[in-house]
């Protein structure tokens, strides 16, 4: 049986009338969700883990509030490739390190909140794309690598509205600001 489609303006994404969702729509929507809540701890744990040097991948001592440089370390000694000098010339810089981590915080609480996706999405798929441009060639592959992939799945993730299941999206969708500007949703 196939549902009757009708677009939704306020959500600006193409949903199922009401009461006609398949159980193949219903799994696909949360899978969507639960696939963005993942990201989003992905991208929120890197933030806290470089902020406090919580030991999994950042050492105390490292922690950016005690002094250490979140970009420093990986863009001055594991970039590699075309553009190893770039990256290597504003590893530990400021304003780079602000960027990062302003990007991690962001991209990660608004995949976890459902909100911004179109921005998390933007800022997520080039965050991903910058880190995949730092490593050329892949370690494992010629070209494709896991940070394209997330880019992908960042892209899909704001596609389908995966911030209107388990998240605040159509909330979000119903503020004034996002709905005069509709690249916030």
Known sequence: MTATIERNTTART???VAGTETTRQRAARYVWAG???????IFLWAFLDKL???GHETAAKNAWINGGSPTKGFLAFGAK???????QDIAGAAWADWLFMIGLAGIGVALLLGIGMRIAAVAGGLLMVLMWTAVLPPENNPFMDD????AAVLAGLALVGAGNT???GRVWA???LV????WLR
């Open 14 to 16: 193409i949903a199922p």
């Open 35 to 41: 696939t963005r809540l993942a990201l989003g701890w």
């Open 52 to 54: 406090f040097g919580l």
């Open 81 to 87: 490739g075309p553009f190893q000098g770039i990256y």
């Open 147 to 150: 940070h394209l992939i997330y």
């Open 166 to 168: 388990l998240g605040l």
């Open 174 to 176: 119903t503020l004034p």
């Open 179 to 182: 709905r005069r500007f509709g």
